[in-house]
Structure formats: structure tokens, C-alpha cells
């Protein structure tokens, strides 16, 4: 019986996540998957793999590619602005590789499917950004978000990032003690058929793997 709610991404913390939920903390979880108009969805079969991976009945892919037009100024999304390397972002509050509002919008859908489900957790893998970063992966917006949806006069959901103080490396740390198979995640803001390298989440995942002292099983351009 599905016991809460998990987006997971097929990106290496949301599937360290679900692990997590499952073999740690003996949970249930409905899994969401978003399509959202990026420029390519290659890791959503790395998330369809690892639920499987993991015996999770629930799993649903959900489409909103209709909502492309709101995300255009992102370079993960529009044609038109290229990604960036590492050292294009760095000390850059919001970098070009920021989707306007997503998380909050991915969250509001999975409070909501959460709700009509009856359950009152929902899970996401923000975690601590250690070379760029994001405001909507912050302790702060998860406190206020909370806040928010504890309004709700019945059925009150509560957001839950297990990840939100930790950095790449003790993700890493953490899934190898769960047995992830991180060969089976795409991090890679590029939809090539190798990972790129220089974007800034391969920057941030090779420096994860090196830090914890062992080799990513990604292959890389």
C-alpha cells in the first residue's frame, strides 16, 4: 500500500532517494516522473529502470511538455541558450541552467496527487549545492513551502528532503551503502550518448566521486 509520494528524476540524488525510502526507512512511495519540455529526457529510462530496480508498483510519467513555453528562458529547455560550462556558472545566484518556478510546480502536483491519494508525505532530492545552486533546493524554501501547505484544513502534506544539508559526496556515500547502481543515472544536462563532463552537474558529480575516492561508472565524452 503506497505510503507516500517520491519525484524522482532518474538523476542521481532522487534515485538515492527512492532507495533510501525503500530499503532504509521501509517505505511505499508512489513515484512521479516529470517531462517538462527539456531538451532531452534521457534520464526519465534511468528512472523507470531504478524504480523497477527497486520494486515499485507506482510510477507515473507525467507529461507537461505543454508547459515548455513557461521554462523558455533555461537553457535545459529553450534551443536557443546553450548549456553552460562549470566555469560559466560559477558565483552566478541563479545560473542560465535555473527552470523557472519547477520545483515548486512539481511539488504543488505531487502535494496534490499525494492529497487525493491520501497520504501526507511527499519526498524530493534537494540537497546541498557545493560549486552552484539553486533556490528552490534551500532549507528555507522547504521551511516556508511547508508552511504553506500546513494551511490545508484536512488533509495537510508535508515536503521532506532527507538530502537538503547534504552535499554530493555524502549522497554518493550513502547510495553505494544502499547498492545504487550509479551507471543506471543520467546527471548530464547534455542528451548525448556519453555524459559531457563540463556542464555544471558533471562537474558536481565527478567531484562527488573523487571525493569519495572511486571512479564514476558513467561513461564520459
Same mark, same amino acid.
Given at each position: 500500500?503506497?505510503?507516500? /509520494?517520491?519525484?524522482?528524476? #532518474? #538523476? $542521481? ?17 508512489? /513515484?512521479?516522473?516529470? @517531462?517538462?519540455?527539456?531538451? %532531452?529526457?534521457?534520464?526519465? !529510462? &534511468? ?9 515499485? *508498483?507506482? %510510477? ?10 513557461? &521554462? ?6 529553450? !534551443? ?9 556558472? $560559477? #558565483?552566478?545566484? =541563479?545560473?542560465?541552467?535555473? @527552470?523557472?518556478?519547477?520545483? $515548486? ?5 505531487? @502535494? ?10 511527499? &519526498?524530493?532530492?534537494?540537497?546541498? %549545492? ?6 528552490? +533546493?534551500?532549507?528555507?524554501?522547504? !521551511? ?32 553505494? *551503502?544502499?547498492? /545504487? ?10 542528451? =548525448?550518448?556519453?555524459?559531457? #563532463? %563540463?556542464?555544471? +552537474?558533471?562537474? *558536481?558529480?565527478?567531484?562527488? &566521486? ?12
Amino acid at each position: 500500500m503506497v505510503d507516500s /509520494v517520491a519525484i524522482v528524476s #532518474g #538523476g $542521481m540524488d532522487s534515485v538515492t532517494l527512492l532507495h533510501y525510502l525503500v530499503k532504509r526507512e521501509k517505505r511505499h512511495p508512489a /513515484v512521479i516522473t516529470f @517531462v517538462y519540455g527539456q531538451k %532531452h529526457d534521457k534520464e526519465v !529510462e &534511468f528512472a523507470r529502470a531504478q524504480v523497477e530496480a527497486v520494486g515499485c *508498483e507506482a %510510477h507515473l510519467v507525467l507529461d507537461l511538455s505543454l508547459l515548455r513555453p513557461l &521554462f523558455a528562458s533555461s537553457a535545459l529547455v529553450s !534551443e536557443q541558450i546553450a548549456v553552460p560550462d562549470i566555469v560559466d556558472v $560559477m #558565483g552566478d545566484p =541563479q545560473p542560465p541552467t535555473y @527552470v523557472p518556478n519547477r520545483n $515548486m510546480i512539481f511539488l504543488a502536483l505531487a @502535494v496534490a496527487f499525494a492529497e487525493t491519494h491520501g497520504v501526507s508525505e511527499v &519526498f524530493y532530492g534537494a540537497q546541498r %549545492h557545493d560549486i552552484y545552486g539553486y533556490w528552490d +533546493t534551500t532549507p528555507q524554501f522547504l !521551511e516556508r513551502l511547508n508552511q504553506v501547505y500546513a494551511l490545508n484544513r484536512k488533509t495537510p502534506v508535508q515536503i521532506k528532503a532527507p538530502f537538503v544539508q547534504y552535499s554530493k559526496a555524502d549522497i554518493v556515500r550513502l547510495g553505494l *551503502e544502499l547498492g /545504487v547502481d550509479y551507471a543506471q543515472t543520467w546527471s548530464c544536462y547534455e542528451g =548525448q550518448e556519453a555524459a559531457c #563532463g %563540463h556542464c555544471p +552537474t558533471c562537474a *558536481e558529480r565527478l567531484q562527488a &566521486f573523487a571525493e569519495v575516492g572511486i571512479p564514476d561508472p558513467l561513461p564520459y565524452q
